[in-house]
């Protein structure tokens, strides 16, 4: 069963709940990666960085939370729309793979 991703909006902040109903089967899981369209300075796709405990954007560093932010909404946001994709990792430290077909996703617009 994919993850279920839910967006909430404000002026310069969203805020995605998330959750995979699989997590407990999977022995190795270890967090999740979470793409962002369009992404950061012009790239076409972004991952969110981790903000907790090891600051990293590469997928080496899993967030662990069920819950994430995007902090990087600003003025010239406004009205934008963002799409997120939230996919499980899983394997041993130093080898992680990304779950695609379990990723769950999410369209948000800024006010």
Do not use: C
Not at 37 to 55: C, K, V, Y
């Amino acid at each position: 069963m994919p993850v279920l991703v839910k967006g909430y909006m404000s002026r310069n902040l969203v805020l995605l709940a998330y959750d995979w109903p699989a997590a407990d089967l999977q022995a190795d899981f270890r967090g999740f990666g979470i793409e962002r369209t369009p992404g950061f300075a012009g790239a076409e796709r972004s991952w969110l960085p981790r903000r907790i405990d090891r600051a990293g954007t590469d997928l080496d560093t899993p967030i662990r939370q069920f819950y994430w932010w995007d902090a990087s909404i600003d003025e010239s946001d406004r009205g934008a729309s963002f799409h997120y994709r939230v996919v499980p990792v899983i394997g041993p430290e130093g080898s992680l793979q990304l779950l695609d077909h379990e990723a769950g996703q999410v369209e948000v617009r800024v006010p």
